[in-house]
C-alpha cells in the first residue's frame, strides 16, 4: 500500500497569497498517477489536478500540480476566498487506491 | 457529465447491515467504474473498493473484504454498497464516485462524486 503523507495539516494564509501544499508518497507513484481534490464542508470533494499536473475540466489555471516520484506539490498562485477548503491528494497507480490525510487551507 | 445521487441518511444497530444506492444519469453506466470513498467525521478520505460493471469486476480492500459488497444493476444505472456487521467505527459519509477513464481495467481518479449518504451506527 502506498502511504500519501500531505503536510502541512493547516495552512493559515490570506486572500491573494500563494499556497503550497505537499503530498510525499512512501514508493515512487507509477506513471505520476495522482490526483488533487478540493473539498468543501458539506460537500463531496471536486477533482482538480490528475496525472499530477493536468488540470480537471473548468479548474482555474491559477491551481497548478507539480511533482513526480515520490514528491508532489499543488501550488494556489492567488488564493481567492472561494479556495479556502481541504485538499486531498489521491494515487491511483496502484490497484489499491489511496488518499493522503489532507491539508486544510483557513482565513489567516 | 454524468450525476449520482445517492440515496438518504441510515441510521442502524451495531451487528446490522447497510446498502445505499448511488443511481447515475448521463453518459453510460457500465463503461466507468464506480468506487465507494468513506469520511469519518473531521477524517480523511479512504477508499473501500469498486466494480466495473463493463467487466463485471469487483475489487476489495482487504480492510472491507468479507464485510462489504458492491454490485450494479446496469438496466436502472444504479450502484450499490452494502456493509454487513457493522460497529460504531463505521459510523461515516460514504460516496459514491465515478472513474473518470472509462473502457480501462484500472480504477483511477474520479471526476463525479454522489452527494454523500450518512450512515450513523448507534444502540
Known amino acids: 500500500e502506498i502511504v500519501l503523507t500531505q503536510s502541512p495539516g493547516t495552512l493559515s494564509l490570506s486572500p491573494g497569497e500563494r499556497a503550497t501544499l505537499s503530498c510525499k508518497a512512501s514508493q515512487s507513484v507509477s506513471s505520476n498517477y495522482l490526483a488533487w481534490y478540493q473539498q468543501k464542508p458539506g460537500q463531496a470533494p471536486r477533482l482538480l489536478i490528475y496525472?499530477?499536473?493536468n488540470r480537471a475540466t473548468g479548474i482555474p489555471d491559477r491551481f497548478r500540480g507539480s511533482g513526480s516520484g515520490t514528491d508532489f506539490t499543488l501550488t494556489v498562485s492567488r488564493l481567492q476566498p472561494e479556495d479556502f477548503a481541504v485538499y486531498y491528494c489521491q494515487q491511483y497507480g496502484t490497484s489499491l487506491l489511496t488518499f493522503g490525510g489532507g491539508t486544510k487551507v483557513e482565513i489567516k | 457529465q454524468v450525476q449520482l445521487v445517492q440515496s438518504g441518511a441510515e441510521v442502524k444497530k451495531p451487528g446490522s447491515s447497510v446498502k445505499i444506492s448511488c443511481k447515475a444519469s448521463g453518459g453510460s453506466f457500465s463503461s466507468y467504474a464506480i468506487s465507494w470513498v468513506r469520511q469519518v467525521s473531521g477524517q480523511g478520505l479512504e477508499w473501500m473498493g469498486g466494480i466495473m460493471p463493463i467487466f463485471g469486476t469487483t475489487n476489495y480492500t482487504q480492510k472491507f473484504q468479507g464485510r462489504v459488497t458492491i454490485v450494479a444493476d446496469a438496466s436502472t444505472s444504479t450502484a450499490y454498497m452494502e456493509l454487513r456487521s457493522l460497529r460504531s467505527e463505521d459510523t461515516a459519509v460514504y460516496y459514491c464516485?465515478?472513474?473518470?477513464?472509462?473502457?480501462?481495467?484500472?480504477?483511477?481518479?474520479?471526476?463525479?462524486w454522489g452527494q454523500g449518504t450518512l450512515v450513523t451506527v448507534s444502540s
Open positions: 464516485a465515478r472513474d473518470a477513464l472509462g473502457y480501462i481495467n484500472t480504477y483511477n481518479y474520479f471526476n463525479s
Open positions: 496525472g499530477a499536473s
